[in-house]
């Protein structure tokens, strides 16, 4: 009967230290993810250009945050064409299916825009 025993505690041992191992292992991944995450962040933001996705009849992201100077990018990857415009301060003109327009927004404030084709699509890109 003690060899028994003695055989299940060494199984529950080493069960237990597979299990925390495991365990520290998802924790430090998790712990490593996000500064990695940050690391391409800020690649993204040396590089200072951002997208702004048209599908499915809406802009993703909706709401942008941005610094002076940053060049965005609308890509159109819908069917049909579509416009990013504000009066007097951002105007893509018409951007054909499978087409992107850049811009360079260099003037602080908030840039609510939308679509002239397709009123109900809009969005914002606040530059700070």
């Known amino acids: 009967m003690k060899g028994i025993l003695g055989n ?3 199984r529950t041992t ?16 998790g712990a490593l993810a996000p ?7 800020r690649a993204d933001h040396r590089a200072r250009a951002v997208r702004v996705e048209i599908s499915n009849f809406a802009f ?10 940053t060049k965005v990018v609308f890509a159109n990857s819908d069917s049909t064409a579509h416009t990013a ?5 951002l105007n893509t003109g ?11 927004l260099r003037r602080a404030g ?16 606040v530059v700070r």
Not at 35 to 41: E, T
Not at 60 to 69: A, E, Q
Not at 85 to 89: A, D, L, N, P
Request: net charge positive; hydrophobic share 40%; glycine share 8%.
């Open 8 to 10: 299940r505690r060494r």
């Open 14 to 29: 080493v069960i237990g230290a597979t299990a925390t191992a495991a365990l520290v292992a998802v924790l430090l991944a």
């Open 35 to 41: 500064a990695a995450g940050r690391g391409r962040h």
């Open 60 to 69: 993703h992201p909706r709401s942008l945050r941005v610094r002076r100077g």
């Open 85 to 89: 415009t504000r009066r007097g301060r």
């Open 94 to 104: 018409r951007i054909r299916p499978r087409r992107s327009v850049r811009m360079k």
């Open 110 to 125: 908030v840039y609510a825009y939308h679509c002239t084709i397709h009123p109900f699509m809009r969005g914002k890109i």
